[in-house]
């Protein structure tokens, strides 16, 4: 079947059955690689992409779901202000081990920043437990955050 | 705490020359030279032709390093990129004694070539220790190349020019300068001396510019815009994409199964039965080449997954199908009350201490197999065509991946070209080379370039696991507090009923021995069925628990400070020498044998170092803690690395584990190359020993694996990721790796403290709340 979709601002139509979940779209048919294949079941966060902004699992999101909905991956998160801040934050501050996670993480930070400029170390909790990083890089991510929202790095939950 | 015996230079260092390196630089570079398969040889003899490659020309001064006209220079960095950040750290020392400009420094991937660059793996955290003296020399030895070309065009001697200015050859006495590009062309036909790796002159450190300073890694301005890079990201023109089932009992083989229902479902191109290769190989998880199976060939991934939901297989399940993780945990139980199998080191007289001691102290400790997951599941991509292969892999370990694929498809290696791909997190799971295999044979069996990529549930249930083991310990101590016997009998698995389970062993060398007069280590094995291999710091990871915690326990017994405790036995004056490693002992980190026998041995004052640095950085006996709060430190040497950590925890009265912060004191020599790269590997490798000790349990029902995904298998969260503080004791040692050496004494550290806040020792991982309860 085929769908029309809008992804990083441009129309991209696609012929596919309507269970394809939007990861193996983007991934294997739009040939855009950076979205990650992690679990499968919306456990680990690897494959997050926005829909209209807001932080979605792609690999567990039909095709069929996605409408009209604008879809932002890592490849076109930079058109943002905020997204291309987040970027900036993780090459400065060396967040990634083997990197794998971080498109994810990334696209989490975003829609984090996006709604909420000044975040406190519970809302990054809360915004991104969702996100796995196997390395566990989960300090540089949380000073990376700090960074691109213009805060303090320092991590002040002390003991 | 293993290995303590690796040199005989270890009683030197014990007894004083604190700080010193026990073997000389130039005994090291010879040792790594047959250690790295002839790495100090093969750099002798670089490339010295010009190429051109890519729109640029490149001029080629050895197989590490090709400058541009304009001034590139290109630095290829020779060992598997997994995370650890080696493609950064060794081009930044390559560029160091080259003296170049890091802004025009590209770091590549280099091909798979032993003539040309030794070993090329990522494992044990060799990567440093190996490569880091040697390619300082290649990269001074290119400078002396492009000096030389310099003073011939100015025909004036090279000793009167310098290259103060990064990426420039000056004539020190007019201030003329070429850049790197113009002389290239020439540098590259200047022929050096043979030896020129030996005599080279290295810069004085304090010279640096390059090493030492945090730089970020070369390919995050690809990760954070979502670039190709790994292997799951390859494509090939004509590629199809494969899943490949496997029984879910280790072992098993398909019998027969729906393949023409398969055939005609939607986007499925093929299904057909995959012969192993005999022997499979298991239970030893590096062994395993390829196992019997079933694939689906689908124009998409997702199609082939799907089809697994069709998937209708009659198994034959084959021997192990009645093993269980309850069954061995009863045997453990009932094999601790037997005597052991075998007494593999016995110092002094055990019983005759233990009927003499003061205070006797009995402790068991148990830990549960555990699986790798690197996030990015096992995947390989091959094209097959006329006797040839080519693969492309996240690999730990290409060389073996080659020779695995030559000898099951049945063609010389150099029929086998491996590309090494970024590699989504390793922890020594892609050590493992069966995913290439498979890769390989499906696309010789389906005619197409081929993807192979498992789901997650394939990924977890057909990994090679951490074994599992059980510890028997007994203490004694004289009337003044001191250790005076020690005994472990540890019930541990054997895959053929001999020779102990891949990475199931434990050294005769493992800490307390030698530091304490009467020991005895002994063992009893279980048969398993289950392929086990190397986790992220191999049996220390699991070792550094049982063992840590139990000393602690013994600190406690003694009425000690359990730093002071640790501190004084490490100053133990007279050590218990080692017997002689047993014949035909190879290499791994065993003690005596292999690459570990060329490095220097254990020396207990870089432990004390840690020690002290850590009690005084984390406040250790200062802090004034609430209720149920408690701090707790373990210290543990693995892969050359010297590391403490106090953590700070709070356990509520419902029994929950929260990590307040962590507080790490790392040695690992003379040198940082990246402190950015290397704060980040020890803060991860910390938090990998807390998810471990948290939540990480692979258990057996029927001869297969009981988990599924990270919903029953759960790593460490942001919510649940305490802040973890660095600091390094440098010290004039040899500079060696940081990859695994944080992960061991995480998780004695981690019990030590809830046994500090609760008064209750945790015998068994994964931590279970139900223990912790207040009472």
């Known amino acids: 079947m085929s769908y029309t979709i809008n992804v990083n601002g441009k129309a991209e139509t696609v012929d596919v059955d309507g269970s394809t979940p939007l990861l193996w779209v983007l991934r294997d048919v739009l040939d855009l690689k950076g979205s990650k294949f992690g679990c499968g079941m919306g456990l680990c966060g690897a494959c997050t992409v926005h829909l209209n902004g807001m932080p979605t699992r792609s690999c567990i999101t039909p095709i069929s779901m996605v409408g009209s909905a604008a879809v932002t991956t890592i490849e076109g998160v930079g058109a943002s202000p905020v997204g291309e801040k987040v970027r900036a934050a993780w090459i400065e501050l060396d967040v990634p081990q083997c990197g794998y996670c971080q498109a994810g993480q990334i696209m989490a930070a975003t829609a984090l920043l996006t709604s909420n400029p000044r975040p406190t170390d519970g809302d990054i909790d809360d915004a991104m437990s969702g996100n796995l990083c196997r390395c566990y890089t989960y300090t540089r991510i949380r000073a990376a955050i700090k960074q691109a929202a213009g805060l303090p790095t320092a991590d002040t939950r002390e003991a | ?775």
């Open chain 2, 1 to 775: 705490m293993a290995r303590l015996s690796a040199v005989q230079t270890t009683e030197k260092g014990a007894a004083g020359s604190a700080g010193r390196e026990s073997v000389s630089r130039r005994a090291f570079l010879v040792a790594g030279a047959a250690a790295g398969g002839g790495l100090l040889i093969n750099f002798s003899v670089p490339v010295f032709a010009e190429t051109a490659s890519g729109p640029r020309r490149r001029y080629t001064l050895n197989a590490y390093i090709q400058i541009d006209p304009d001034s590139t220079v290109t630095i290829m960095s020779k060992c598997p990129e997994i995370g650890q950040g080696i493609k950064t750290s060794l081009p930044m020392v390559v560029a160091e004694e080259l003296d170049a400009d890091w802004k025009n420094v590209v770091a590549e991937q280099a091909p798979l070539d032993a003539r040309a660059y030794g070993a090329q793996f990522a494992g044990g955290s060799f990567s440093t220790p190996m490569n880091y003296e040697p390619l300082r020399r290649v990269g001074a030895a290119a400078r002396e190349m492009l000096v030389t070309a310099a003073a011939r065009a100015w025909h004036v001697k090279p000793e009167e020019c310098d290259t103060q200015i990064a990426g420039f050859v000056r004539h020190t006495g007019t201030s003329r300068k070429l850049s790197y590009g113009a002389l290239a062309a020439k540098a590259s036909q200047i022929k050096l001396a043979p030896d020129v790796l030996r005599t080279v002159k290295v810069k004085d450190p304090k010279d640096f510019r390059i090493i030492g300073k945090p730089i970020s890694g070369v390919d995050n301005p690809l990760i954070v815009t979502g670039q190709p890079l790994f292997g799951i990201d390859m494509s090939l023109p004509g590629m199809k994409y494969a899943v490949f089932e496997k029984c879910p009992v280790f072992g098993g083989r398909p019998v027969s199964a729906n393949l023409d229902a398969i055939k005609a479902l939607p986007g499925v191109r093929d299904a057909f039965l995959v012969p192993g290769a005999r022997p499979t190989g298991l239970p030893d998880g590096m062994a395993i080449t390829l196992q019997d199976g079933i694939a689906i060939i689908g124009d998409s991934w997702w199609a082939a997954n799907a089809a697994l939901d069709k998937l209708v297989v009659q198994w034959n399940e084959g021997p192990v199908a009645s093993q269980s993780t309850e069954q061995f945990d009863r045997m453990a139980v009932d094999l601790s009350t037997k005597p052991p199998g075998q007494v593999f080191r016995h110092d002094g007289d055990v019983d005759k201490a233990f009927a003499s001691a003061a205070k006797v102290i009995e402790g068991q400790y148990a830990y549960p197999l555990v699986a790798h997951t690197p996030l990015e599941p096992m995947n390989a991509t091959a094209r097959y065509a006329d006797g040839q292969v080519e693969v492309w892999a996240p690999t730990q370990n290409p060389a073996a991946g080659q020779g695995a694929i030559a000898k099951v498809l049945g063609i010389p290696p150099s029929k086998v070209t491996v590309h090494m791909t970024r590699a989504g997190g390793g922890f020594g799971r892609r050590l493992g080379t069966e995913y290439m295999v498979e890769a390989a044979v499906l696309s010789k069996m389906a005619g197409v370039p081929i993807k192979v990529l498992r789901n997650r549930k394939q990924d977890i249930q057909h990994e090679f696991y951490r074994p599992a083991g059980y510890h028997n310990f007994k203490a004694g101590l004289d009337s003044a507090g001191t250790l005076v016997a020690f005994r472990d009998h540890f019930i541990t698995f054997t895959s053929d009923g001999e020779k102990l389970s891949n990475s199931a062993n434990m050294d005769a060398t493992e800490f307390p021995a030698r530091f304490v007069p009467n020991l005895q280590y002994a063992q009893s094995m279980m048969l398993l069925g289950v392929p086990t291999g190397p986790m992220r710091a191999p049996q220390s990871n699991a070792l550094g628990y049982a063992f840590q915690s139990f000393l602690d326990e013994v600190a406690v017994a003694a009425g000690k400070d359990p730093i002071q405790f640790r501190i004084d036995l490490f100053n133990t004056p007279h050590l218990v020498p080692n017997p002689p490693p047993p014949r035909g002992r190879g290499g791994g980190r065993r003690g005596g044998g292999g690459l570990f026998g060329m490095m220097p041995g254990f020396n207990p004052k870089r432990a004390v170092g840690v020690l002290e640095l850590v009690r005084e950085k984390s406040g250790w006996g200062q802090r004034k803690l609430p209720p149920r709060t408690g701090m707790g430190v373990a210290f543990y040497y693995s892969h050359l690395g010297y590391i403490a950590e106090v953590m700070q925890v709070t356990v509520a009265r419902e029994g929950t584990v929260k990590v307040d912060k962590v507080w790490l004191a790392a040695d690992v020599g003379r040198q940082i190359v990246n402190p950015s790269g290397a704060i980040n590997q020890l803060q991860g490798g910390a938090l990998d020993g807390i998810s471990q000790a948290l939540g990480q349990a692979i258990t057996i029902d029927r001869g297969r694996v009981v988990q599924t995904n990270f919903d029953d298998y759960q790593l460490l969260r942001m919510n649940q990721a305490p802040p973890v503080e660095v600091f390094f004791n440098i010290t004039d040692n040899m500079v060696t790796g940081l990859g695994e050496p944080a992960v061991p004494p995480a998780p004695p550290a981690l019990c030590n403290a809830i046994a500090a806040a609760t008064g209750k020792r945790v015998r068994k991982l994964p931590i279970d709340p139900a223990t912790l309860v207040a009472t």
